[in-house]
């Protein structure tokens, strides 16, 4: 599974951001990719769970942190993830990384490359 992340950049608090994941390497409704999932990294701290969503979108799950705010969807027609970012925040500024998780598995094993969310204040 090859995963290549895109749309970040820099924005205002306050602002909106769409990040999207491109998918290959397998049928984007495979086992292989039964939840995929966002997470981030800021400087200095640990990777952090995002966002996930299940195959066929009928599962979603959010970081606390990003509830209200953050909207994550997938488009098995074009093996495509999505990250519908708003009210972004000062610290929501991250390496934002997507990520497949298989059916019946506990860890996200397939991971892209990262892109870059940067929010000013």
């Known amino acids: 599974v090859q995963l290549q992340a895109s749309g970040g950049g820099l924005v205002q608090a306050g602002g909106s951001l769409r990040l999207s994941c491109a998918a290959s390497?397998?049928?984007?409704?495979?086992?292989?990719?039964?939840?995929m999932g966002w997470f981030r990294q800021a400087p200095g701290k640990e990777r952090e769970f995002v966002a996930l969503?299940?195959?066929?979108?009928?599962?979603?799950s959010y970081a606390d942190s990003v509830k209200g705010r953050f909207t994550i969807s997938r488009d098995n027609a074009k093996n495509m993830l999505y990250l519908q970012m708003n009210s972004l925040k000062p610290e929501d500024t991250a390496v934002y990384y997507c990520?497949?998780?298989?059916?019946?598995?506990?860890?996200?094993?397939?991971w892209g490359q990262g892109t870059q969310v940067t929010v000013s204040s």
């Open positions: 990520a497949a998780r298989g059916f019946g598995t506990n860890a996200f094993g397939s």
């Open positions: 969503v299940s195959r066929y979108g009928r599962v979603t």
């Open positions: 390497g397998r049928s984007f409704i495979s086992d292989d990719m039964y939840y």
